[in-house]
C-alpha cells in the first residue's frame, strides 16, 4: 500500500508560480515511478510529468519550460514547480506512484497505469 498526500495549490494570476508537493509513504516498490497528472472540468485526466527511479523526466508538450519535476528521496516528497502558469493549466492536479517503468520522451505517459493516487490539490490561474 502507498499513501499520497499532494499540497501546494492554489490560486494565482497567469504568469504566476506554485509549487506542489506529494508527500509518499509506503511500499517503496510501488512508488518506484511517479507522476503529476492533471484533470479539468469535463476533459479527461492527463498525464504532466513523470519521473523514473533513475531521475528520468518527461513532461507534457503543454507545459515543457515552464514545469519541472523532481524528488527529494530523503523526505519521500514529490514536487512540481510550476513557472509561467496559464489559464489553461488551471485544474485539480494528483500525484500517482507505480512500480518500475520504462520513461521515454516518444511514450505517452497513461494513466490508468498508476496504481496509487492522492486525493488532489486544485490549480486555479485567473488571467
Known amino acids: 500500500q502507498v499513501q499520497l498526500v499532494e499540497s501546494g495549490g492554489g490560486s494565482v494570476q497567469a504568469g504566476g508560480s506554485l509549487r506542489l508537493s506529494c508527500a509518499a509513504s509506503?511500499?517503496?516498490?510501488?512508488?518506484?515511478?511517479m507522476g503529476w497528472f492533471r484533470q479539468a472540468p469535463g476533459k479527461e485526466r492527463e498525464a504532466v510529468a513523470s519521473?523514473?527511479?533513475?531521475?528520468?523526466?518527461v513532461y507534457a508538450d503543454s507545459v515543457k519550460g515552464r514545469f519541472t519535476i523532481s524528488q527529494d528521496n530523503a523526505k519521500n516528497t514529490l514536487y512540481l514547480q510550476m513557472n509561467s502558469l496559464k489559464p489553461e493549466d488551471t485544474a485539480m492536479y494528483y500525484c500517482?506512484?507505480?512500480?518500475?517503468?520504462?520513461?521515454?520522451?516518444?511514450?505517452?505517459?497513461?494513466?490508468?497505469?498508476?496504481?496509487?493516487w492522492g486525493q488532489g490539490t486544485q490549480v486555479t490561474v485567473s488571467s
Open positions: 500517482a506512484s507505480r512500480g518500475p517503468c520504462y520513461l521515454s520522451p516518444t511514450l505517452p505517459v497513461i494513466p490508468s497505469e498508476y496504481n496509487y
Open positions: 509506503g511500499d517503496p516498490y510501488s512508488r518506484r515511478c
Open positions: 519521473i523514473g527511479s533513475r531521475g528520468t523526466t
